[in-house]
């Protein structure tokens, strides 16, 4: 049986989630987005969980998608990545979890880390961490929220020069711009985490769900017709010659050329 790629254990009224692929750097690929979707939506429904707390295993939180794995889910609807009777954390293809995020973060934190980050309430960022929204720099576009989320968290000139260079920059930086609610000393996130998250459990759940459902609503209105044309956006981008020498390019760490074709 394959080694779980998303670990699981609740402490109290938090649940934690931890990315287990440190060999990869935690680069998602199709189990753990499927397992991490699953225990979204078990901690959605257990009545039990307040707060869910997201992490990763080892040095780096997530070096972004496991494209290799994940472009056989690729559609000409886009990409197919939450199962039945999941929650996609990112609050694209289905509604969000109903219960705050506490996102920590540490290390390499690229792409749908990013993005995850972005449909959390809270994150926490170790010193060491070096965030990028890189998808430009390999022929596509972010497909995990940042272009309508960045800009409305960060402000429209912080998340412009990032989502359209590819630059990664630091915590410190991500701090500046509010991208994240603080920077720890290096390995002290979770444990930070788990302070805020505690401090949200202390709450009245109920009253806590419906802050975050009425937050939520200007939210969702902005992001709803942006949203829908994201699919075949993406959709043609991976069918293009810019992707395919992206990917190259990658895959051989060098720097790739485009042509716009």
């Given at each position: 049986?394959?080694?779980?790629?998303?670990?699981?254990?609740?402490?109290?009224?938090?649940?934690?989630?931890?990315?287990?692929?440190?060999?990869?750097?935690?680069?998602?690929?199709?189990?753990?987005?499927?397992?991490?979707?699953?225990?979204?939506?078990?901690?959605?429904?257990?009545?039990?969980v307040?707060?869910?707390?997201?992490?990763?295993?080892?040095?780096?939180?997530?070096?972004?998608?496991?494209?290799?794995?994940?472009?056989?889910?690729?559609?000409?609807?886009?990409?197919?990545?939450?199962?039945?009777?999941?929650?996609?954390?990112?609050?694209?293809?289905?509604?969000?979890?109903?219960k705050?995020?506490?996102?920590?973060?540490?290390?390499?934190?690229?792409?749908?880390?990013?993005?995850?980050?972005?449909?959390?309430?809270?994150?926490?960022?170790?010193?060491?961490?070096?965030?990028?929204?890189?998808?430009?720099?390999?022929?596509?576009?972010?497909?995990?929220?940042a272009?309508?989320?960045?800009?409305?968290?960060?402000?429209?000139?912080?998340?412009?020069?990032?989502?359209l260079?590819?630059?990664?920059?630091?915590?410190?930086?991500?701090?500046?711009?509010?991208l994240?609610?603080?920077?720890?000393?290096q390995?002290?996130?979770?444990?930070?985490?788990?302070?805020?998250?505690?401090?949200?459990?202390?709450?009245?759940?109920?009253?806590?769900?419906?802050?975050?459902?009425?937050?939520?609503?200007?939210?969702?209105?902005?992001?709803?017709?942006?949203?829908?044309?994201?699919?075949?956006?993406?959709?043609?981008?991976l069918?293009?010659?810019?992707?395919?020498?992206?990917?190259?390019?990658?895959?051989?760490?060098s720097?790739?050329e485009?042509?716009g074709?």
């Open positions: 049986m394959a080694e779980p790629l998303v670990l699981v254990s609740t402490t109290g009224h938090i649940r934690h989630l931890q990315l287990n692929r440190a060999e990869k750097m935690n680069a998602a690929n199709r189990q753990m987005l499927s397992e991490l979707s699953l225990a979204y939506a078990q901690a959605d429904t257990d009545p039990n307040r707060v869910v707390v997201v992490s990763a295993v080892g040095d780096h939180f997530t070096a972004g998608l496991d494209l290799g794995d994940v472009l056989g889910t690729a559609t000409e609807s886009g990409l197919a990545l939450t199962p039945e009777g999941g929650i996609d954390p990112w609050g694209i293809t289905t509604p969000p979890i109903s705050p995020v506490v996102v920590a973060v540490q290390g390499t934190c690229l792409t749908l880390g990013v993005e995850l980050i972005l449909a959390s309430e809270l994150a926490v960022a170790d010193e060491t961490t070096v965030f990028g929204q890189l998808e430009v720099t390999r022929g596509i576009m972010p497909f995990g929220g272009t309508t989320r960045f800009s409305q968290r960060v402000g429209w000139a912080n998340a412009s020069r990032y989502l260079t590819g630059e990664t920059f630091t915590a410190q930086e991500a701090l500046r711009i509010g994240i609610n603080e920077v720890v000393p390995g002290t996130q979770v444990d930070r985490a788990m302070e805020l998250a505690a401090l949200i459990a202390d709450q009245a759940p109920l009253a806590v769900q419906a802050t975050l459902r009425n937050a939520r609503v200007a939210r969702a209105s902005v992001e709803k017709e942006a949203l829908s044309q994201l699919p075949a956006e993406l959709a043609a981008l069918t293009s010659h810019d992707f395919q020498a992206g990917v190259a390019a990658f895959t051989t760490r720097k790739p485009f042509t074709k």
